[in-house]
């Protein structure tokens, strides 16, 4: 035990003498640098500018990244060597465009026509010249397969009665002279019905063709643009669409199996959402009609175009992009109080998104403007000589300063701009600013000293910024660490967003102790010399300020907190609170979800995020479609494809995870089966007929939608073997999920399978994968960094406050506060992602400074428990006060936007702001006069930080670190010169004389 007991005290003495050895030094530090700044303030202004605008110059370097995959997941992932694949392999050149109309029923004749309305504005767009019919992707339709010639002088009959006829139908633009066309002629719906289905004639008819004719037939089809709707049932035709009956309507999405436009199998059902089915299960109603666009982007022009908010890039050309405005533009404008219009175009997440990339200036001018006032009143008096106007102004100029500088140097060392980055001004101002409260309420006190009165400006700058500095310095570097932490990270969004942080708030400290202390000096010349605070060309002479601006109310809340510290009754209310809150905090944290959503990465009130919530309520069977994709294969892997898509199926019947698996494989089985000789596939699996087979479908009615899903080594001909195989894709549907509990089960189900395929270079890939990836780390991601957080903090107060009690209560309150942060925020639906996650790890940093600044108050404050703890508010809590008060009413307009990025901020940091003054102002100092650590040295004459003057505290001066009688600061009066002091100040005329043991200085 005696053993144990030495060693404590020796760790003890050692850590009181490492503090001792930091503080001592930085008092001298800043002491001489109060003075320094002083004298010569417009020299450090000038070198403040200097160096702002040569860090300024980072700019040159500056990037904005926009890739999901390149910021909320490890570089090196699967993901992202597949993303380089695909680029090489399968880079997508087309855009969908799609369009919901939400009605109480669209399968009505009058919804019908509003849709074709709508579809023909925006048949009729020009841009550049070209139409939609110009820049449109195309898909060979398969009309020959299933047309006969239409009989001539039949003009009585209302259905569609065709002979064979090649040419028949799409080519007939010139019908012949003794040819009568119907005026209206309704579709035969029966003959693309399920009954009529392959019963036309057409698989007889292609037999008789000759090998030469049929490739010339297919490779000449005719092609039509990618558009799909309901329109496409009536062909487009005008006349039918309007003349069409609600019954006609019904038995078409009810009966047709085939697109009458494309001849290929459709299910026009699925373009239905909120379908309204009778007891037979006909469909006989729906809230909502989808309609889909595809166009292709050329080889020449093409430009990247971001996607924003980090969720993906997408090729496109400048054609492109104006007709997807012209697009938005008419979809919003189509909106009736009958038919509700709503649009995603392939620009639509860029547009929105990118909008909200950057900070809202409104709110950002709205916060700074009402934290402005506030400061105003809180840094100085409320009479015309004292207010601090401009040395607000400087101090909020300090801030944007330190963003640029903190952009720019990031952008130096290589680091982008993210979206994240959007919340930084908020971030500087609120917690940049606390530092100025705690230099000037350190003035404050060092003005209140009997002691400093007579000293110069210089002299008595030197005190109180030798007081300030070094309680700045402790916040300062434990939020640089507690921020720093977060570059050790997996994630190059978060490791970006940290590094420019942490380098924003250190260049925030440090211009607030040289470029705010040159202007504060300057505005204490200006008081001195009685210039007017608004308008310094007015003189007061022998200005006295009125009783009301005396008054200090910091001063009064400190009395009557003084008596509720004596009270019993109060101390348990606080206990009893703190731990209500707490235990709602844990519930909250055990519930909490983790979800990273990058649609919330929209605006709220965006048409965007409108079409989105209509679609996942409409549409709730329609999740995520990914393509699995292989490498090279010949006919030996045939095998693999049938295994693993007999997996894919099993796996869908058991309606956990996938709800559909389109494969290229399960439709060649069954060309082969029904076109062929061969019994089974393994008949063709091999050198010789594998790749006339595979060429044979492809260029087939049933096979043709395929070709896309290849890629080969050289050009896929008719009638002629199909080449080496490149690449493969085939495409399979997830149902909805729920969350990261849903869709990580399901991802990783899939990858297992595709990779007991063994098929060479095989993997599925979906840009969501992105967002499914950053579910699965971002846990982690939160505890590790809350963790590195928690150690930076107790190592850097440890070795600033030599104190392991106090030490250990600070990260208690610290601990207790992000439990309550986060279990609050569950009740306030916030998940964990990405931004509640960065956020999270910040409010460390805030919370840490209420309670270190009163735990370090309280160690260099004497007396007894109760004494200390409510001197420890009266000198440092004004200032802890002011600057939690500034940080709320800095983020208090994002309240009000419809930004995810800003609202999660603003709900965090209410959170942390209100309890982190509770617990560092009530909380802590409760404790503290209970059980908080007493120096049995209590004899000296040393108090506490900033040297406070009030009917509570004695008036004297002493150090801002514990028990340091070797390094006080002292004013000698003749009468104490035998005070026995191992370090002596001795001011003189012209310097102060510092005596030192080992050393002596004069400064």
């Known amino acids: 035990t005696s053993t144990r007991e030495e060693y404590i005290d020796i760790l003890m003495a050692a850590l009181k003498q490492t503090s001792t050895f930091f503080i001592s030094k930085l008092e001298v530090a800043f002491l001489r640098w109060g003075r320094f700044v002083s004298v010569h303030p417009y020299h450090v202004i000038l070198a403040s500018l200097i160096i702002t605008a040569l860090s300024s110059l980072g700019f040159l370097n500056f990037r904005i990244e926009s890739k999901a995959n390149l910021l909320w997941i490890p570089l090196e992932s699967e993901y992202n060597s597949n993303t380089d694949w695909l680029e090489n392999n399968f880079e997508k050149d087309t855009r969908d465009e799609l369009v919901v109309f939400e009605s109480e029923n669209v399968l009505t004749p009058d919804s019908l026509k509003q849709i074709f309305q ?13 139409t939609f019919a110009d820049i449109c992707a195309r898909v060979p339709i398969a009309d020959i397969f299933q047309t006969k010639r239409r009989r001539k002088r039949e003009v009585s009959n209302l ?136 166009v292709e982007v050329p080889d020449d022009g093409r430009v990247i175009s971001s996607q924003g908010s980090g969720v993906a890039l997408e090729i496109a050309d400048p054609t492109t992009l104006a007709w997807e405005a012209e697009l938005i533009q008419i979809a919003q404008n189509s909106t009736r109080d009958e038919l509700q219009v709503m649009v995603n175009a392939a620009r639509s997440f860029g547009d929105v998104s990118t909008e909200a990339i950057f900070f809202d200036a409104t709110l950002m001018a709205g916060g700074y403007i009402i934290m402005f006032i506030y400061t105003i009143v809180m840094l100085g008096k409320l009479n015309t000589l004292e207010v601090r106007l401009y040395l607000t102004i400087s101090g909020i100029i300090s801030v944007g300063m330190g963003l640029i500088i903190a952009i720019g140097l990031s952008s130096l060392l290589g680091y982008p701009y993210t979206p994240i980055h959007a919340i930084l001004p908020f971030l500087c101002l609120g917690i940049g600013i606390d530092d100025m ?80 202390v040159a202007w504060l000096s300057l505005d204490e010349r200006r008081i001195a010399t009685g210039r007017d605070g608004l308008l310094m060309c007015v003189v007061h002479k022998d200005y006295k300020p009125s009783t009301c601006c005396k008054q200090n109310l910091g001063d009064i809340v400190v009395k009557k907190y003084a008596k509720l510290l004596s009270s019993v009754i109060f101390k348990f209310l606080v206990i009893v609170f703190t731990l209500g809150m ?88 069954k060309y082969s089966k029904e076109e062929t000789n061969f019994t089974t596939w393994e008949d063709f699996a091999n050198p010789n007929d594998f790749p006339v087979i595979l060429s044979d479908f492809l260029y087939s009615p049933l096979g043709s939608n395929f070709k896309s899903n290849f890629r080969f080594y ?102 207790i506060t992000l439990a309550n942060i986060i279990g609050f925020l569950h009740f306030w639906d916030i998940t964990i992602d990405i931004i509640s996650c960065i956020n999270i790890v910040l409010a460390i940093g805030l ?38 008060m500034t940080t709320f009413l800095a983020l208090v307009m994002l309240g009000a936007s419809t930004s995810h990025v800003f609202v999660t901020f603003f709900k965090v940091f209410v959170l942390t702001v209100l309890f982190g003054l509770f617990h560092g102002l009530v909380l802590f100092p409760v404790v503290l006069s209970m059980v908080g650590p007493v120096d049995k040295s209590d004899d000296s004459a040393c108090q506490s930080v900033g040297s406070a003057s009030t009917d509570i505290s004695p008036s004297s001066s002493g150090a801002s670190s514990p028990n340091r009688a070797p390094n006080r600061i002292i004013v000698i009066e003749p009468e104490k010169k035998n005070n026995p002091l191992e370090n002596t100040w001795i001011r003189n005329n012209a310097s102060w004389n510092v005596t030192m043991p080992g050393s002596d200085f004069i400064y």
């Not at 709508?118 to 070209?130: F, L, P, Q």
């Not at 400074?849 to 440092?876: M, Q």
């Open 847 to 884: 919370c840490v400074d209420y309670s270190v600044h009163i735990g370090h108050a309280f160690l260099v404050a004497k007396g007894s428990r109760r004494e200390k703890a409510v001197k420890a508010v009266a000198t440092i809590g004004p200032a802890v006060f002011n600057g939690g």
């Open 582 to 669: 707490l235990g709602f905090g844990i519930w909250g944290s055990i519930l909490i979800r983790q979800k990273f959503d990058p649609v919330l990465l929209l605006p709220s009130d965006s048409y965007l995020r409108e079409w989105l919530n209509v679609h996942d309520e409409l549409y709730p069977e329609n999740g995520w479609g990914a393509e699995i994709y292989t490498g090279e294969f010949d006919h030996s892997d045939l095998y693999k494809f049938e295994e693993l898509t007999n997996n894919l199926e099993e796996l869908k019947n058991t309606r956990t995870h996938i709800r559909g698996v389109q494969s290229w494989w399960s439709k060649l089985k």
């Open 159 to 294: 259905t569609e009665d065709y002979e064979y006829d090649f040419w028949g139908g799409e080519y007939n633009e010139y019908p012949e002279e003794d040819e009568i066309l119907p005026t209206v002629q309704r579709i035969n719906f029966e003959k693309y019905s399920e009954q009529n289905k392959g019963i036309n004639g057409s698989e007889d008819i292609l037999e008789e063709i000759p090998d030469n004719i049929y490739c010339d037939l297919v490779t000449t089809l005719n092609e039509k643009c990618i558009q799909t709707s309901l329109l496409e049932i009536w062909k487009y035709r005008e006349e039918l669409i309007n003349s069409a009956t609600q019954q006609e309507i019904l038995d078409a999405v009810n009966l047709l199996v085939r697109s009458p436009w494309y001849g290929y199998d459709a299910d026009y059902s699925s373009l239905l959402g909120g379908i309204v089915r009778n007891s037979s299960g006909h469909i006989v109603g729906a809230k909502s009609a989808q309609m889909v666009w595809v």
């Open 437 to 516: 409260f705690v230099i000037v309420q350190c003035w404050s006190n060092m003005q209140k000293d009997p002691l400093n009165a007579g000293l110069s400006l210089p002299d008595r700058m030197g005190i109180a910024l030798k007081h300030a500095g070094v309680s700045v310095t402790v916040t300062s570097l434990t939020d640089v660490f507690a921020f720093g932490v977060g570059a050790v990270t997996q994630m190059p969004g978060l490791e970006s967003f940290s590094v420019c942080t942490a380098i924003g708030l250190g260049s925030i400290y440090l211009l607030q102790v040289s470029w705010f």
């Open 118 to 130: 709508v579809h023909k504005a925006v048949a009729s767009v020009e841009v550049d010249g070209k």
């Open 714 to 815: 050289d050009e896929l001909l008719c009638n002629q073997a199909a080449p080496k195989i490149k690449a493969s894709k085939f495409k399979i549907d997830y149902l909805v999920f729920n969350g990261p509990e849903e869709h990580i089960p399901a991802k990783r189900k899939i990858e297992e399978l595709v990779k007991s395929s063994n098929l060479t270079r095989a993997f599925s890939h979906v840009q969501v994968y992105a967002a499914w990836e950053t579910d699965e780390i971002i846990g982690f991601e939160l505890w590790r960094n809350i963790g590195l957080a928690m150690v930076c903090v107790f190592i850097v107060t440890l070795i600033l406050l030599a104190n392991i009690p106090i030490c250990l209560m600070v990260l208690t309150i610290v601990i």
